[in-house]
């Protein structure tokens, strides 16, 4: 009897250490299931990019089964690298993907980051610049993108300008306080970043929002963007990527000071003062009036696309159904 009891006395030991042994494995194996994924940003961190950053910090990402490597774009921008499968998500815009798509390339976007475009033409007080019609006679400087001459032309049409009396120069990379501290009158500029800057530099600006102009030029810019293989052959991993990104957004909309932390912490380099300043400025734009962070209509795409082919920057056929889609979103 004795013998027994201390036979089963070790079976329930072996037992027990195989149990707590797969237990172990099991929570290796979990650990191991989460997908690894990768989205690229469009530019350096800022506060574009928070909720991808907060999605990450507090675990929104893992949550949903995902291991995500938030990366910078190098010599090969974002949409290449999406497009390409190269990378599985990157921050994109509107403007490009509908280039992009008129040429075949797959992009597709699937949500908005902000809702309504808050850029602009932005010069120092001190140039007088206070309507289109005043770029007649000053220096633009830019980027070198036929949309740019375009983008101009339509606000000063507004006021019977000529777009032919403006110097339109290329200023490469260099940012907007160095461009009008030499030739440079006026640029195009996020207001959410160069403009708070601007305010904490105590530099102050004539700011012309091209959403008060046209409401054709209120276009998404920044959306999330994928590729249409990854859309048919793994929806659940966008699905998935989506409902994390939202959350994060959504915390940086209840809690711009926390996210901006989290940015901050993310990337040190960055200023913490206008980070802060930029993600309070920010916070009820993510969404502003749509029912939900990251919805698109698709008169917005069909509105730009239209003006695209009218300033004569759009060849080929648009499909602006095919351009986004709202499917991922959390319901």
């Given at each position: 009897?004795?013998?027994?009891?201390?036979?089963?006395?070790?079976?329930?030991?072996?037992?027990?250490?195989?149990?707590?042994?797969?237990?172990?494995?099991?929570?290796a194996?979990?650990?191991?299931?989460?997908?690894?994924?990768?989205?690229?940003?469009?530019?350096?961190?800022?506060?574009?990019?928070?909720?991808l950053?907060?999605?990450?910090?507090?675990?929104?990402?893992?949550?949903?089964?995902?291991?995500?490597?938030?990366?910078?774009?190098?010599?090969?921008?974002?949409?290449?690298?999406?497009?390409?499968?190269?990378?599985?998500?990157?921050?994109?815009?509107?403007?490009?993907i509908?280039?992009?798509?008129?040429?075949?390339?797959?992009?597709?976007s699937?949500?908005?980051i902000?809702?309504?475009?808050?850029?602009?033409?932005?010069?120092?007080?001190?140039?007088?610049?206070?309507?289109?019609?005043?770029?007649?006679?000053?220096?633009?400087?830019?980027?070198?993108?036929?949309?740019?001459?375009?983008?101009?032309?339509?606000?000063?049409?507004?006021?019977?300008?000529?777009?032919?009396?403006?110097?339109?120069i290329?200023?490469?990379?260099?940012?907007?306080?160095t461009?009008?501290?030499?030739?440079?009158?006026?640029?195009?500029?996020?207001?959410?970043?160069?403009?708070?800057?601007?305010?904490?530099?105590?530099?102050?600006?004539?700011?012309?929002?091209l959403?008060?102009?046209?409401?054709?030029?209120?276009?998404?810019?920044?959306?999330?963007?994928?590729?249409?293989?990854?859309?048919?052959?793994?929806?659940?991993?966008?699905?998935?990527?989506?409902?994390?990104?939202?959350?994060?957004?959504?915390?940086?909309?209840?809690?711009?000071?926390?996210?901006?932390d989290?940015l901050?912490?993310?990337?040190?380099?960055?200023?913490?003062?206008?980070?802060?300043?930029?993600?309070?400025?920010?916070?009820?734009?993510?969404?502003?009036?749509?029912?939900?962070?990251?919805?698109?209509?698709?008169?917005?795409?069909?509105?730009?696309?239209?003006?695209?082919?009218?300033?004569k920057?759009?060849?080929?056929?648009?499909?602006?159904?095919?351009?986004?889609?709202?499917?991922?979103?959390?319901?």
């Open positions: 009897m004795k013998k027994l009891y201390v036979f089963l006395l070790v079976a329930i030991l072996a037992l027990a250490g195989c149990q707590s042994k797969d237990k172990k494995e099991n929570a194996g979990s650990k191991k299931e989460l997908k690894k994924v990768t989205v690229v940003l469009d530019w350096t961190p800022n506060t574009n990019h928070t909720g950053y907060v999605a990450k910090e507090k675990g929104y990402f893992k949550e949903q089964g995902l291991d995500v490597d938030i990366i910078q774009p190098g010599e090969t921008g974002a949409d290449q690298l999406v497009a390409s499968g190269k990378a599985d998500f990157g921050v994109s815009y509107q403007e490009g509908t280039q992009a798509r008129v040429q075949g390339v797959p992009l597709v699937i949500a908005a902000i809702q309504h475009n808050t850029s602009g033409f932005a010069s120092p007080i001190a140039k007088n610049i206070k309507s289109p019609k005043d770029f007649e006679g000053k220096t633009y400087g830019g980027w070198g993108s036929p949309v740019e001459k375009a983008v101009i032309d339509s606000l000063m049409k507004t006021e019977n300008a000529d777009v032919k009396k403006v110097d339109i290329n200023a490469g990379d260099a940012d907007y306080f461009m009008v501290k030499k030739d440079v009158d006026f640029a195009w500029i996020y207001y959410g970043w160069t403009g708070i800057e601007a305010e904490l530099r105590g530099e102050k600006l004539n700011m012309m929002y959403t008060d102009y046209s409401k054709k030029l209120d276009y998404y810019t920044p959306v999330l963007a994928t590729n249409e293989k990854m859309i048919q052959n793994d929806p659940e991993t966008v699905k998935a990527f989506v409902k994390a990104a939202s959350q994060g957004y959504q915390y940086a909309i209840k809690n711009p000071d926390k996210a901006a989290i901050i912490k993310a990337a040190p380099d960055l200023d913490k003062k206008l980070v802060k300043k930029s993600q309070e400025w920010l916070a009820d734009k993510y969404q502003d009036d749509a029912k939900q962070w990251g919805e698109q209509k698709l008169e917005v795409w069909e509105n730009y696309a239209n003006w695209m082919s009218d300033n920057l759009l060849e080929g056929k648009f499909d602006a159904k095919k351009a986004f889609t709202n499917e991922f979103l959390p319901q």
